[in-house]
Nanobody, 118 residues
Framework: VELVESGGGLVQPGESLLLSCQIS????????MGWYRQAPGKPRDLVAW???????NVSESVKGRFDISIDNIRDTVFLQMNSLKPEDTAVYYC?????????????WGQGTQVTVSS
């Protein structure tokens, strides 16, 4: 199983980006998918996650600006990022947890760079 990410890039403050993460390979279901991000010199932080039943959660730092959604037919999760700020600059990593009891992600994407700068 691989997680294939796309959609990062360089934008100005206030602009938007859409990140995508698609499952490549076979899974007999999973508990949740989502996104972490890691800025230089900082730990990796959870941004948002969603279940196949569309139970979604976003961190307080991005609530009201970021939205996570899932397309179960295409096995793809999307992170819509609006009103981007310079502090959103980071490498964004897609993740997947197979079980609710997973203490850490079972699969990671390759990471995609998001840079917010004027």
């Amino acid at each position: 199983v691989e997680l294939v990410e796309s959609g990062g890039g360089l934008v100005q403050p206030g602009e938007s980006l859409l990140l995508s993460c698609q499952i490549s390979g076979s899974l007999f279901g999973f508990y949740a998918m989502g996104w972490y991000r890691q800025a230089p010199g900082k730990p990796r932080d959870l941004v948002a996650w969603i279940t196949p039943q569309r139970n979604a959660n976003v961190s307080e730092s991005v609530k009201g600006r970021f939205d996570i959604s899932i397309d179960n037919i295409r096995d793809t999760v999307f992170l819509q990022m609006n009103s981007l700020k310079p502090e959103d600059t980071a490498v964004y990593y897609c993740f997947l947890n197979i079980l609710v009891s997973s203490s850490q992600p079972d699969f990671w994407g390759q990471g995609t760079q998001v840079t917010v700068s004027s």
